[in-house]
């Protein structure tokens, strides 16, 4: 079945450090890619998707390349800020599934 | 634009209780909703899924038990609490072409 294989972490990392949390995903088909993201006590929210390969999804200074042909969607930061402290979901959905498939997720923590 | 509430925010419940926890979404018809739960220091476990008024699938065998008695109303229950059913209850809804899923801000639910 779909799975999604990314870093778990916890990472702590200081203010303006470069962050790149890894993912990997197993998959039929052509699935879409996302990376959400969970600030404390809140429900999550898209940082950005990608629907097909080559595709890079950006939002708030982060990136994500689709990259088929080593099956991955690894998220970037040149720069973290301590207001990037979060969990960090990576998930996938096929064409057609009524289901997200997600990561089990990374808690980023950047101190000042 | 699709606002999701959930209700109650926060709920702490004696081992044995009943549970009903309350999502309703605006400003959309039809969508697929679905339930998740993130317990503590884990990941997101998918729950339920509907995709219309009283269509429900489970996802995983448990004790709790969901409904959708109007399009834009999902509840998802229980008869009697476990302590392992505490955690964060996450409602969500599809939306997009590309059906990126749209959260609820969650319940906070701690059994006794």
């Known amino acids: 079945g779909d799975s999604v294989t990314q870093m778990e972490g916890p990472v702590t990392l200081s203010e303006e450090a470069f962050l790149t949390i890894n993912c990997t995903y197993t998959?039929?088909?052509?699935?879409?890619l996302f990376w959400y993201v969970q600030y404390p006590g809140e429900g999550l929210q898209l940082l950005l998707k990608?629907?097909?390969?080559?595709d890079k999804g950006s939002n708030k200074g982060f990136e994500a390349t689709y990259r088929k042909e080593t099956t991955s969607f690894h998220l970037e930061k040149g720069s973290v800020q301590v207001s990037d402290s979060a969990v960090y979901f990576c998930?996938?959905?096929?064409?057609?599934?009524?289901?997200?498939?997600f990561g089990k997720g990374m808690k980023l923590t950047v101190n000042p | 634009s699709q606002t999701i509430h959930q209700w109650p925010a926060t709920l702490v419940q004696p081992v044995g209780s009943p549970l009903s926890l309350e999502c309703t979404v605006e400003?959309?018809?039809?969508?697929?909703l679905y339930w998740y739960r993130q317990a503590a220091g884990r990941g997101l476990q998918l729950l339920f899924y509907?995709?219309?008024?009283?269509?429900i699938s489970s996802e995983v065998p448990q004790n709790l038990s969901a409904s959708r008695p109007q399009d834009r109303q999902f509840i998802l229950s229980s008869k009697k609490l476990l302590l392992s059913d505490s955690g964060f209850y996450l409602c969500?809804?599809?939306?997009?072409?590309?059906?990126?899923?749209?959260f609820g801000p969650g319940t906070r639910l701690t059994v006794l």
């Open positions: 990608a629907t097909k390969a080559d």
């Open positions: 509907s995709v219309g008024i009283g269509q």
């Open positions: 998959a039929t088909g052509y699935p879409s």
């Open positions: 400003g959309t018809s039809n969508p697929n």
């Open positions: 969500a809804l599809d939306r997009g072409v590309y059906n990126e899923q749209f």
């Open positions: 998930a996938l959905r096929r064409i057609g599934s009524e289901k997200l498939v």
